[in-house]
């Protein structure tokens, strides 16, 4: 079992809709939680960190962590064609070693 | 500008070839890593390092070497380059104190062996 597991996708949204992206993980003792957003041919970049549990909001972005699932959610409210990319769950064990998963690519269409 | 240089961007090589990938960053930060990207299999860890001549292994460091003599540098290297190398590599830097751990990415060297 992959520690840090997602769905690859591709998830398709119409712009303005909700996209609702999902992760476990299977290491209970790990502190931070990430996601990443990747656009083709690009390097990732951070875009919400969360590590209690609960909801984390910003801007049009709400990361959801409930640590008794292991489960880490990122919704992208308004979703424009701009958020279109791969989305990277990440999950950070000791020594700041971040685990990734394989990502959920997000297509949303206009 | 400060930031996380990688070079080359590309390359291609033949198998049994040694490559070196570098890696630089200007903020000082504590902790680098190098990842492989791969279709299927997402970001793997290859080696990572605490400080300067800390180094320890990742999930993947098999036929890899890194070195890190200087807090600024991060070389990887391909000691004999093999077709399953062919791939995208990413250096990344964290702050040994933010609690956040985010890591900053290169661009990226894209490596292909013949």
């Known amino acids: 079992q992959k520690e840090v597991e997602q769905n690859s996708g591709p998830l398709s949204v119409p712009e303005g809709a909700i996209a609702s992206l999902n992760c476990t993980y299977s290491?209970?003792?790990?502190?931070?939680f990430f996601w990443y957003r990747q656009y083709s041919g690009k390097s990732p970049e951070l875009i919400m960190f969360?590590?209690?549990?609960g909801d984390k909001e910003d801007g049009r972005f709400t990361a959801q962590l409930n640590k008794a699932s292991q489960y880490v959610s990122l919704l992208i409210r308004d979703s424009q064609p701009s958020d279109s990319a791969t989305y990277l769950c990440?999950?950070?064990?000791?020594?700041?070693?971040?685990?990734f998963g394989i990502g959920t690519k997000l297509q949303v269409i206009p | 500008d400060a930031g996380i240089t990688q070079s080359p961007r590309y390359k291609i090589t033949e198998t049994g070839r040694q490559v070196t990938l570098m890696c630089h960053q200007t903020?000082?930060?504590?902790?680098m890593f190098w990842y492989r990207q791969d279709l299927g299999h997402g970001l793997r860890l290859i080696y990572y390092?605490?400080?300067?001549?800390?180094?320890d292994k990742g999930e993947v460091p098999d036929g890899y070497v890194v070195s890190r003599s200087k807090t600024e540098n991060f070389p990887l290297t391909l000691e004999s380059a093999t077709r399953s190398q062919t791939s995208v590599y990413f250096c990344?830097?964290?702050?040994?104190?933010?609690?956040?751990?985010?890591?900053?990415f290169g661009e990226g060297s894209r490596l292909t062996v013949l």
């Open positions: 990344a830097s964290s702050e040994r104190d933010r609690a956040t751990g985010e890591l900053f």
């Open positions: 290491d209970r003792g790990s502190q931070s």
């Open positions: 969360i590590y209690s549990n």
């Open positions: 990440a999950v950070k064990g000791g020594y700041q070693k971040v685990t």
């Open positions: 903020w000082s930060h504590s902790y």
């Open positions: 390092s605490a400080a300067a001549d800390i180094t």
